[in-house]
C-alpha cells in the first residue's frame, strides 16, 4: 500500500485530487486520527492505532499523519511532497487567518491577534515538516516532490509508481465533485468532499514575499526542515535525471 504523508500547505490538496484521479475508489483519504498531529495542532487525540485489514482495499492512503503512522503494516512505500519552509509556514499561519478552525488553538489565538512573527515563535510552528516524517530519512521514501517544481514532481510519480490514465479513477472523480456541488449546507472545513486546492485568498504572487527579520527567524528556527528540504531537493534532481524528466 501506498502511504501519501500530506503535510500542511505542501499542495496536499491538488495532489489529493490527482490521486483520485488515478486510483479512483481505491484510495483512501484519512484525516484527523492520527493522535500525535492532533495533540500539536489541535485539541485531541484518542483515535485507535491503525489495524492492517481495515485499509486491505485500498491501494493508497492519504491525509494529515506522520510517516511512523502504518509502520507496523506490510509491504508500505512512502511518499508525500515538501516546500521551502520559509513559504510553507507563511502560507500556514494565512490559512489559518483565513479558515478559522474551532479546535485548532491557533486559530482562536491568531483571532485574538497573534501576529506572523509570533506565529513563527510557536514551538508547533518549528520545523513541522521533519515533524511529519517522523525521523525517518528522505530513503526511506519511494517518491518526494518538490511543490517548487509540482509539473515535473507529478511526471516523477507516473514514472516511479507506472500511473496511466484511469477512466475509472476520472469517472470517480467528477461523480464525487458533482455529489458535492448538489450537496446542500456544505461544510466549512476540510473534508472528503472539498475539491479545490486550498489556495490562500490573499495570496497573489507565486510566492510570498517575506521581511529580511522574519525569514532570518524563519531559518533559524527551522534549521531541520532546511538541511530536510536542501536533501530532498538533491535526491529530486538525482531521480529527474534517472527517470528523464523535464
Wanted: proline share 2%; net charge positive.
Amino acid at each position: 500500500m501506498i502511504v501519501s504523508v500530506h503535510i500542511h500547505k505542501n499542495g496536499g490538496m491538488n495532489f489529493k485530487n490527482f490521486l483520485l484521479k488515478s486510483y479512483g475508489k481505491n484510495l483512501l483519504l484519512e484525516y484527523g486520527k492520527d493522535n500525535d498531529v492532533l495533540k500539536r495542532f489541535f485539541s485531541g487525540g484518542k483515535n485507535r492505532a491503525p489495524i492492517e485489514k481495515d485499509y486491505e482495499k485500498y491501494k493508497i492512503v492519504h491525509g494529515h499523519f506522520l510517516a511512523n503512522r502504518f509502520d507496523s503494516f506490510k509491504n508500505i512505500e512512502l511518499i508525500t511532497f515538501l516546500r521551502e519552509p520559509s513559504q510553507r509556514i507563511v502560507s500556514n499561519y494565512y490559512f489559518f487567518k483565513n479558515n478559522f478552525y474551532n479546535h485548532s488553538p491557533i486559530c482562536h489565538m491568531i483571532k485574538e491577534g497573534l501576529t506572523l512573527e509570533e506565529y513563527i515563535n510557536l514551538e508547533s510552528s518549528k520545523n513541522v515538516q521533519s515533524f511529519f516524517l517522523a525521523n525517518k530519512s528522505i530513503d526511506d521514501f519511494k517518491f518526494i516532490g518538490i511543490l517548487e517544481e509540482y509539473e515535473s514532481s507529478i511526471k516523477l510519480m507516473k514514472r516511479i509508481f507506472n500511473i496511466n490514465i484511469n477512466p475509472y479513477g476520472i469517472l470517480f472523480f467528477y461523480i464525487e465533485k458533482l455529489k458535492y456541488l448538489l450537496k446542500k449546507d456544505k461544510p466549512e472545513i476540510m473534508t472528503f468532499n472539498k475539491f479545490s486546492s486550498n489556495r490562500n485568498k490573499d495570496k497573489k504572487e507565486r510566492t510570498y514575499e517575506i521581511d529580511k527579520k522574519l525569514l532570518e527567524l524563519i531559518q533559524k528556527n527551522n534549521q531541520l526542515d532546511y538541511e530536510l528540504y536542501n536533501k530532498a531537493k538533491i535526491k529530486f534532481n538525482k531521480w529527474k535525471i534517472e527517470y528523464a524528466i523535464q
